[in-house]
């Protein structure tokens, strides 16, 4: 199994300030004939279903704040939340579907 | 727009057979290239991945629970199904049904608002 392991656990940010979650697979989820990274950012809010934020590692979905970006290739990988808001608290998730079983990290919980 | 709905009881009794159902709404769960799939998140914790089927009825199983899941789909009926067998507290958990993007191997794009099942005497 491809193990993700993210950091920190949790994090509190002041409210404008940067917030970084870190994510690394055991091993390299780059398809390289398409040069994708197989790695989703999932946000997850208090009762709520996990919500898709980001694909291929660095595709914000529609919607999605552009105060959120993912970068990284390989095996690390970066959550990057600017300018935090309010409704930013949750728990993200990164995910891999590179190859079953498809695999979460631990999560990273965001707080203010 | 597409929805997805998890139905099931809310309580089971351990060794006894959990049988969940997502009902698929605003698509045909017949539409080529999507896969439809079960996630499970034990409470306060992380989210663990259980299958995956196509309307097809070609599966994939995580390799932890293979031997006791069976996903299976209803085209007719526009549903597709978990059944996890002999389970204990450990499979106490909110599961969720989802679907992917397109294909297999991409991501899990729409969920569904989860069903809390418990094992318990």
């Known amino acids: 199994d491809i193990v993700m392991t993210q950091s920190p656990d949790s994090l509190a940010v002041s409210l404008g300030e940067r917030a970084t979650i870190n994510c690394k697979s055991s091993?390299?989820?780059?398809?390289?004939?398409?040069?994708?990274?197989?790695l989703d950012w999932f946000q997850q809010k208090p009762g709520q279903s996990p919500k898709l934020l980001i694909s291929?590692?660095?595709t914000r979905e529609s919607g999605v704040p552009d105060r959120f970006s993912g970068s990284g290739s390989g095996t690390d990988f970066t959550l990057t939340i600017n300018s935090l808001q309010a409704e930013d608290v949750a728990i993200y998730y990164c995910?891999?579907?590179?190859?079953?079983?498809?695999?979460f990290g631990g999560g990273t919980r965001v707080e203010i | 727009q597409l929805q997805l709905q998890e139905s099931g009881p809310g309580l089971v009794k351990p060794s006894e057979t959990l049988s969940l159902t997502c009902t698929v709404s605003?698509?045909?769960?017949?539409?080529?290239?999507?896969?439809w799939g079960w996630i499970r998140q034990p409470p306060g914790k992380g989210l663990e991945w259980i299958g995956s089927?196509?309307?097809?009825?070609?599966?994939y199983y995580s390799p932890s629970l293979k031997g006791r899941v069976t996903i299976s789909v209803d085209t007719f009926k526009n549903q597709f199904f978990l059944r996890l067998t002999s389970v204990t507290a450990a499979d106490t958990a909110i599961y969720y049904c989802?679907?992917?993007?397109?294909?297999?191997?991409?991501?899990?794009?729409?969920w569904g608002q989860g069903t809390l099942a418990t094992v318990s005497s």
């Open positions: 995910q891999q579907f590179y190859r079953t079983p498809l695999t």
């Open positions: 091993q390299s989820v780059l398809y390289r004939s398409s040069n994708k990274n197989y």
């Open positions: 291929w590692a660095s």
């Open positions: 605003g698509d045909s769960i017949s539409s080529s290239t999507f896969y």
């Open positions: 089927v196509y309307y097809s009825g070609d599966t």
């Open positions: 989802a679907r992917n993007k397109s294909g297999f191997y991409s991501s899990l794009k729409y």
